[in-house]
């Protein structure tokens, strides 16, 4: 039986228990969750969204609906079909910015052609800060490049580099002082290139491939 990816919006009732619920009723269906978040809860009402792998045409969505904690059940399309892949820019604002420019420049280019990427920023000092922003991104959903921008990054940021890197995430680094750039996929000295490159480097309409240059620091 063929599978589909859907997104399910459902308005409970708040409570111990209700997740329990409603993912026993997934289950039963062969529903596999591939993604899960509380978007809203109040003292009577929690409004769920999750991202669901099940088969075409069963009666998952009926049988939520009779769930007498369950009061609106709703499909919408999936975050990955929306948003898609995720860049994240994390460093001082001034480097952030430009890479921002490259990024999201590149990203319109292969959305156009039918891929979906974007781009998320956020500005950060400190290394402990940027440390603990660094592995978070691990955790989040659809995130696929990490690339830090600033002046000298190092230390405890080396390391939660060096362990989302070790998870799969591909991480590039401004040619800066300290030692991340040691510990970067790539590192690139301009930062609108180093926005592009991220982008190239995720798109499926992309014929970049970082394990194919013969050199990693440009």
Same mark, same amino acid.
């Given at each position: 039986?063929?599978?589909?990816?859907?997104?399910?919006?459902?308005?409970?009732? /708040?409570?111990?228990?209700?997740?329990?619920?409603?993912?026993?009723?997934?289950?039963?269906?062969?529903?596999?969750?591939?993604?899960?978040?509380?978007?809203?809860?109040?003292?009577?009402?929690?409004?769920?969204?999750?991202?669901?792998?099940?088969?075409?045409?069963?009666?998952?969505?009926?049988?939520?609906?009779?769930?007498?904690?369950?009061?609106?059940?709703?499909?919408?399309?999936?975050?990955?079909?929306?948003?898609?892949?995720?860049?994240?820019?994390?460093?001082?604002?001034?480097?952030?910015?430009?890479?921002?420019?490259? /990024?999201?420049?590149?990203?319109?280019?292969?959305?156009?052609?039918g891929e979906h990427i974007s781009?998320?920023?956020?500005?950060?000092?400190?290394?402990?800060?940027?440390?603990?922003?660094?592995?978070?991104?691990?955790?989040?959903?659809?995130?696929?490049?990490?690339?830090?921008?600033?002046?000298?990054?190092?230390?405890?940021?080396?390391?939660?580099?060096?362990?989302?890197?070790?998870?799969?995430?591909?991480?590039?680094?401004?040619?800066?002082?300290?030692?991340?750039?040691?510990?970067?996929?790539?590192?690139?000295?301009?930062?609108?290139?180093a926005g592009v490159m991220a982008?190239?480097?995720?798109?499926?309409?992309?014929?970049?491939?970082?394990?194919?240059?013969?050199?990693?620091?440009?």
């Amino acid at each position: 039986m063929a599978s589909e990816k859907i997104g399910l919006l459902i308005h409970a009732e /708040a409570g111990p228990g209700i997740m329990h619920r409603l993912t026993g009723v997934i289950a039963q269906h062969l529903g596999d969750i591939t993604s899960v978040a509380i978007l809203d809860q109040g003292e009577e009402d929690a409004h769920i969204y999750f991202e669901v792998i099940a088969p075409a045409g069963g009666t998952m969505l009926e049988d939520l609906r009779l769930l007498p904690v369950v009061k609106e059940v709703e499909i919408v399309k999936s975050l990955d079909r929306i948003y898609g892949k995720r860049i994240i820019i994390m460093g001082g604002g001034a480097q952030v910015g430009q890479v921002a420019i490259g /990024a999201v420049s590149e990203a319109d280019r292969h959305n156009i052609r039918g891929e979906h990427i974007s781009v998320d920023t956020i500005p950060l000092v400190g290394e402990q800060t940027l440390a603990d922003a660094v592995r978070a991104v691990a955790r989040l959903p659809r995130a696929k490049a990490l690339v830090l921008a600033g002046a000298i990054m190092g230390g405890e940021i080396e390391l939660a580099v060096r362990e989302v890197r070790a998870k799969g995430l591909l991480v590039i680094s401004l040619n800066m002082a300290g030692s991340v750039p040691e510990a970067a996929d790539l590192v690139v000295t301009d930062p609108v290139q180093a926005g592009v490159m991220a982008v190239m480097a995720v798109a499926d309409t992309a014929k970049f491939n970082i394990e194919r240059l013969k050199r990693r620091i440009f």
